[in-house]
Structures are given as structure tokens and as C-alpha cells.
């Protein structure tokens, strides 16, 4: 059995919204897949009711504090040890669930990534990637857009490794493309950190490189399935995106790629490279949101990612 754990006082509106899509998730998720709620137990029970939903609806694992969205991470983590983010990673260190999400505090879902489950043996620093739509009917994988905002040259091509397992395992991209996201497409443009990624990447044969890319091509999805930057420039384009859909959108624009825009459909950002299938969702989100992150992390930990990086940089 497949076991989801969700943070249902994470995020702006929880437990409200959590648990309405923890109940839309549940109807899409194939048998043998089941979603474990952590927090207020009272509260949960509540929502439950209120939805026209029976209080044993799911596994309820109680908890009696909360990590709020504006508290400091670390330090939070470490002194809040009976709140839903930091049970919740207990169970997953402990293997009592297969992956744990989150629409709250992100900066305490990056603590507790990195010091309960911890990165994989080999890799340099972990990266959180987003997957979003081309204009083709494809979508690419951005990596990485926010953990690190510098990265040397060794780093940007581990997320070249990063990505193409995620690309092939969790995709289903046979041999997906993978470039490196640059100011022109020659190979001496670029900083020093990307021309020498590029010298990295042009030699290997453990992913298919494409070359450099300029950014004003990588959302038709013909030239890449796999985009590699630094944290600093990912984050810039992932917020540039979401911020051109909510102009469309208030601005009545009608197409079908720009609705493919919202971050809703995906829900959530895995944090690739540690040992353990973590996703992090917008605080924010809706129910449509937390439903589609729960089927993410669930798509998530049926491609074996973790076992499959384990074997890669072991």
C-alpha cells in the first residue's frame, strides 16, 4: 500500500482547503493508494463533517502545534517537535509513509528535507524543480528555481542528472532533452559558472545535452524537456510565468496554453536529491491545488526517484 502524508494545517486557508483536497484527491487516486493527514485531529474531524464526509474518511495522525507561515523555519522545527511538518517527517524518516506534502511554511519543509531524511549520498546540493506547460501540449522541467541561488559549475550539472532522471522516471520520457538555460545559444556565452557547466555538460553521456538555451525558447518545448539554471534566475522565470497568467486572466484572455499556465494543474515542487519524496505546494492554494499536489507526490513516489538517484550517484 501507498501511503501519502499530507500536512492539512499547511497553507493560508488549512485545514479548510487542505482537507477539501485531500477528499477530491482521494477520489482519483488508484486502490491501494491512501492519503494519512497530519494535524488537529478535532479540526480535521471537523472539516470532515462539514464536506458530507464520515470523520474515520482517513488516516488522522494528531498533532498539537503548527508551524504558521510567517514563523522562522529553523528555529520553529526545532522547538515545535509535535507540529504536523516536523511528525510528518518523522514518519517519513521512519518509513511509516512514502512521501509527505505541504501547501505551508516552506522554509521548514527545506529544514526538515535536509535534517531528518537528508540529501542523497554524492549529490552537492538539492534542487526544487517545476514542471511547466510548453506551447507545444508538452510541459518542461525547470531545476532550480529557489533552494540555491548560486550554484558552481559541478552543482548545475548534478541538476542535469537531477532532472533527466525525473524527466524519464516520473515524466515517462524515454530520452528527454536536457539544456542550459543561457543569454544566447553559443557556447562561449554565458558567466563563467555556465560556460564551464557547459564544458561539463558537452562531455558527458549520461543525459542527452542539447546545448545552451535562451529563455525566450524554452516554453515552446521544442528544443528541451529539461531546462538546468541556478536558483536565482529559475525563480525569476517560474515567477515570471505565474505572474503573465494572472494578467491574462484578469485580463479575460481565453487559451487554452495560458489556463495550462496555472500552477493549480501541477500543485506542487519536489525537492529533488534528498532521500525521501517531498513536495512543496503555494501557500495559497486551492482545493483543486492541494488535490493535484497529492496526485503529484503520488506520481512522485511511484517512479522510484529517490532509489533511482541512489544508483546513479552511489
Not at 524554452?218 to 497568467?245: M, P, R, S
Not at 487554452?256 to 494543474?265: A, F, G, S, T
Not at 525521501?276 to 503555494?282: F, L, S
Amino acid at each position: 500500500m501507498l501511503r501519502i502524508g499530507l500536512d492539512a494545517m499547511g497553507g493560508d486557508f488549512a485545514p479548510d482547503v487542505v482537507v477539501k483536497g485531500a477528499l477530491e484527491a482521494s477520489r482519483e487516486l488508484p486502490q491501494g493508494s491512501v492519503i494519512v493527514l497530519f494535524g488537529d485531529r478535532e479540526q480535521i474531524e471537523k472539516k470532515l463533517c462539514e464536506n458530507g464526509s464520515p470523520a474515520n474518511a482517513f488516516e488522522i495522525v494528531h498533532t498539537t502545534e503548527t508551524i504558521g507561515m510567517n514563523e522562522h523555519p529553523a528555529q520553529s522545527f526545532v522547538k515545535k517537535t509535535d507540529s504536523s511538518v516536523v511528525v510528518g517527517f518523522r514518519h517519513l524518516q521512519e518509513g511509516q509513509i512514502d512521501g509527505f506534502a505541504s501547501a505551508g511554511n516552506t522554509g521548514a519543509m527545506l529544514v526538515g528535507s535536509m535534517t531528518t531524511v537528508g540529501q542523497i549520498d554524492g549529490i552537492i546540493r538539492p534542487a526544487i524543480s517545476a514542471q511547466i506547460a510548453a506551447s507545444n501540449g508538452k510541459s518542461f522541467l525547470l531545476l532550480d528555481v529557489g533552494l540555491n541561488v548560486g550554484c558552481k559549475p559541478e552543482v548545475l550539472y548534478q541538476y542535469a542528472v537531477i532532472g533527466n532522471a525525473y524527466a524519464q522516471n516520473v515524466m515517462k520520457l524515454e530520452k528527454p532533452r536536457v539544456a542550459l538555460l543561457n543569454i544566447g545559444e553559443e557556447k562561449e556565452k554565458g558567466n563563467m559558472a555556465t560556460k564551464a557547466a557547459y564544458e561539463l555538460m558537452e562531455q558527458t553521456e549520461q543525459f542527452e545535452f542539447t546545448g545552451n538555451i535562451e529563455s525566450k525558447y524554452i516554453f515552446t518545448g521544442q528544443f528541451a524537456d529539461v531546462v538546468v539554471c541556478d536558483g536565482f534566475v529559475g525563480n525569476l522565470v517560474l515567477k515570471q510565468a505565474e505572474g503573465f497568467y494572472e494578467i491574462a486572466k484578469a485580463s479575460g484572455v481565453k487559451d487554452e496554453y495560458i489556463d495550462r499556465l496555472n500552477y493549480e494543474i501541477v500543485g506542487g515542487t519536489p525537492v529533488l536529491g534528498i532521500n525521501g519524496n517531498v513536495m512543496v505546494g503555494h501557500g495559497c492554494s486551492s482545493p483543486f491545488a492541494i488535490k493535484n499536489m497529492i496526485l503529484q507526490t503520488e506520481k512522485t513516489i511511484k517512479g522510484r526517484l529517490v532509489k533511482k538517484l541512489c544508483e546513479i550517484f552511489n
